[in-house]
């Protein structure tokens, strides 16, 4: 089972607790009537699907009930950071590279 | 090892929802007549009323069946000072105290969470199986979970099968 870091618990917790809730970072446009269809499509529907680092949202649904956001490596599976909404994603360490790497070969 | 530890459904009890501001908790804390706790787990005790911290802007004030008036005016009266929102949630909930020597392993048959962590008189709020409990460790050895009334009979039945299988010594 992942162990999950939350940042407001302070913890790490059983993945049990945590919900997935999609990718971190979307700014919802401030004036959604003044977008084009594509920007909005792009907005609603597009988006990333990286093989590596990847920032998402998560929620300690069953716990704090609070939402984070996350840096995952999808190939790992290996949480390399957590932090609180709001804050910009960290630069990623050399720890989640590492562990890119060693699932290319 | 004999298997001594007992499961028991607790008389009803007040229990609220409380949610405000950090800013707010000083005023609330002072009308509450005890400081509401700061650390996520952490929980206060007054008297017969306490208060658990459940998330960073949540707590679950508990007080025997006759005191819910008195906290629902102590808290109302600070509200235009100290905006809030208090939801009583006594009948939503009914509590299991879980108490003996095998406590901990019991309840670690359906609980993801490490419990030798959760120290005493502390509590959190976690999954049990696939329902949603407060878990506060009440003493070293004993336990109690607040569950939703309609899940109660699934989280009963499970501890129910697990005593059976701990007594036969599975």
């Known amino acids: 089972m992942l162990l999950i870091d939350c940042p407001y618990c302070k913890e790490k917790l059983p993945e049990l607790e ?9 700014a919802r446009p401030e004036h ?14 597009i988006r990333s699907n990286v093989r590596g680092d990847h920032a998402e949202q998560w929620r300690h649904t069953h716990g704090c009930g609070r939402y984070f956001n996350a840096v995952r490596n999808t190939v790992s599976d290996k949480f390399i950071a957590t932090y609180e909404i709001g804050q910009p994603r960290p630069t990623v360490t050399k720890e989640g ?9 | 090892m004999t298997f001594t530890t ?15 501001k950090r800013e707010n908790t000083v005023a609330l804390s002072k009308s509450l007549g005890f400081d509401l706790p700061s650390s996520i787990g952490e929980a206060a005790r007054s008297g017969t009323q306490s ?12 007080c025997p069946m ?59 709020r976690t999954i049990f199986d696939s329902v949603q409990v407060v878990l506060m460790r009440e003493g070293d050895r004993q336990f109690r979970l607040d569950v939703w ?5 699934h989280v009963l039945g499970l501890l129910a099968v697990a005593c059976a299988e701990f007594e036969s010594g599975l």
């Open chain 1, 18 to 26: 945590f919900e997935y809730a999609g990718q971190a970072h979307i």
């Open chain 1, 32 to 45: 959604p009537a003044e977008q084009s269809d594509a920007e909005w499509r792009d907005y609603l529907f």
């Open chain 1, 97 to 105: 590279e590492e562990r890119d790497e060693q699932l290319e070969s």
């Open chain 2, 6 to 20: 007992t499961v028991e459904t607790l008389p009803t009890m007040g229990r609220y929802n409380l949610r405000c």
């Open chain 2, 51 to 62: 208060a658990l911290k459940l998330g960073p802007d949540e707590w679950l004030l508990t």
């Open chain 2, 66 to 124: 006759e005191e819910r008036a008195t906290i629902r005016q102590s808290l109302t009266d600070v509200y235009p000072e100290a905006v809030h929102s208090l939801t009583d949630i006594s009948s939503r909930e009914i509590s299991i105290r879980v108490s003996g020597d095998q406590a901990e392993e019991l309840l670690s048959t359906s609980c993801p969470r490490n419990l030798a962590k959760l120290s005493t008189g502390c509590g959190v």
């Open chain 2, 149 to 153: 009334r309609s899940f109660a009979p």
